[in-house]
């Protein structure tokens, strides 16, 4: 059965400077489809472009989207996706809201009674818990008639259609939240701005997205996707909150990407958005060239942790390691996929290859705390003082 991709012709700027120019990473997403990530050459945003409008994308939503990606589920306990109407969906859908409900409980550090707005609530399943366990007032935006439908049986003011479209009246909230909805917006400047809007003046806003220094799995392959327009940074989605009048307040980088904001007190409706300027990314050294780099090198190595893991001999794929580790690296991974190789090398008797990688580390252009580990390690697997020496 052929499934209909929505046509990406839309070129755009990058969502968060204006600017057009970048550094491809990426030509592929999900499913073989073809997805053009670039990095922007002013401020280091991943984003899509060309893109499909947003109709399409609408469309796209309504129509094809639940065929390529599969039918909705959830990891249970068990470790196997279970689908609404499976003897594991209650479970599974226990494993993944009731950490989320709690994480948002503890961002936001929610008081009873509290009025919570989430964008894509789904089935509301995350804030029937928060209400269960903080006694907060739900309320959701919801697209799918379906889940919309099913989050109003829960007893959440759920409204059904999309942001831009939602009007509470004189209502705002004590807190705003979403998770993994940020990236598939067209618009996030934008939608930050109307939110703004909705949210009390000591209010919070409580965002999940996947966070590009931790991609997950293969880059082309599973990281990127055709609807995930936008993929953030935890210099970037901060960046991007300040110029629609928030000031973060906590930034949580780990595997996925948490940012908390309240509003900017001393700017007014009338100065916004902010111009765009570099000092809103902070401190940092996360130019184009320093992302870019990393994402290519993480393509690489794990492309090769995938062939290790499928049984591929380890021996057999280090030097093609040892290329890569001269490379900079994001932190976690690269400690990842050294830990993978030097444990089934030592497992195969491979001591040589495997402290060969431990001081391709050593000798490697990444973090001095991480260095002076492995080396630590080598010498305990029995690297030569000579190669200690050499490695410094």
Same mark, same amino acid.
């Given at each position: ?15 968060? =400077? ?18 053009? #990530?670039? =990095?922007? /050459?002013? =401020? ?8 499909p ?12 989207? +639940?065929?390529? &990606? ?29 950490p ?22 789904r ?7 928060? $209400?269960e366990?903080r ?16 989050? $109003? ?9 999309a942001l831009?479209? &939602?009007?509470?009246? @004189?209502r ?8 993994? %909805?940020?990236?598939h ?25 996947? #966070?590009?220094y931790?991609? &997950?799995? @293969? ?11 936008? *993929?953030? *940074?935890?210099r ?23 940012? %908390?904001?309240?509003? #900017? ?10 111009? &765009? @300027? ?9 130019? !184009? *060239? ?17 062939l =290790? ?5 380890p ?15 994001f !932190?976690?991974?690269?400690?990842? %996929? ?8 030592? /497992?195969?008797g491979?001591?040589?290859?495997a ?5 391709? %580390?050593?000798n ?5 705390e991480? +260095? ?6 080598a ?11 050499? /490695?410094?």
């Open positions: 059965m052929t499934l209909e991709i929505p046509d990406a012709n839309d070129a755009v700027p990058c969502p968060l =400077c204006g600017d057009h120019e970048g550094a491809v990473v990426g030509e592929k997403g999900r499913f073989g489809m073809p997805v053009r #990530n670039v =990095c922007c /050459a002013t =401020c280091a945003t991943v984003y899509v472009s060309p893109r409008t947003a109709a399409a994308m609408a469309e796209y939503y309504r129509s094809t989207y +639940r065929k390529h &990606y599969g039918a909705v589920g959830y990891i249970g306990p068990d470790g196997q996706r279970a689908a609404p109407g499976d003897s594991g969906y209650e479970a599974a859908l226990q494993q993944w809201h009731g989320q409900a709690d994480n948002a409980l503890l961002l936001g550090e929610t008081r009873k009674g509290a009025s919570v707005l989430e964008v894509g609530c089935h509301g399943r995350t804030l029937e818990l928060m $209400r366990r006694g907060i007032l739900p309320f959701g935006i919801e697209p799918g008639e379906t889940e919309a439908e099913e989050a $109003r049986r829960a007893g959440i003011d759920c409204f059904t259609g831009e479209d &939602y009007e509470p009246g @004189s705002r909230f004590d807190q705003i939240q979403w998770f993994h %909805v940020l990236e917006v067209h618009e996030p400047l934008q939608a930050l701005l109307k939110l703004r809007r909705l949210l009390e003046p000591e209010g919070r806003m409580i965002i999940e997205v996947p #966070n590009v931790e991609p &997950y799995g @293969s880059l082309e392959g599973n990281f990127f996707q055709n609807v995930h327009l936008v *993929s953030y *940074s935890p970037t989605l901060p960046a991007l909150l300040r110029r629609a009048g928030f000031e973060p307040t906590r930034v949580v980088d780990g595997g996925a990407l948490f940012v %908390v904001a309240r509003l #900017n007190p001393h700017v007014s409706a009338a100065e916004l958005p902010l111009p &765009y @300027s570099p000092a809103l990314l902070g401190e940092s050294a996360d130019d !184009t *060239s320093w992302v870019a780099t990393r994402l290519g090198n993480y393509a690489n190595l794990e492309q090769l942790a995938e =290790c893991r499928a049984g591929r001999a021996e057999e794929l280090a030097p093609m390691v040892l290329r890569c580790l001269r490379f900079p690296a !932190t976690s991974h690269l400690l990842d %996929v050294c830990a993978l190789f030097v444990e089934r090398l030592v /497992a195969r491979q001591l040589d290859p402290i060969a990688v431990l001081l391709a %580390v050593v490697g252009p990444h973090p001095a991480v +260095r002076a580990e492995f080396r630590t390690f010498g305990r697997l029995g690297a030569l003082p000579e190669q200690l020496a050499a /490695a410094g």
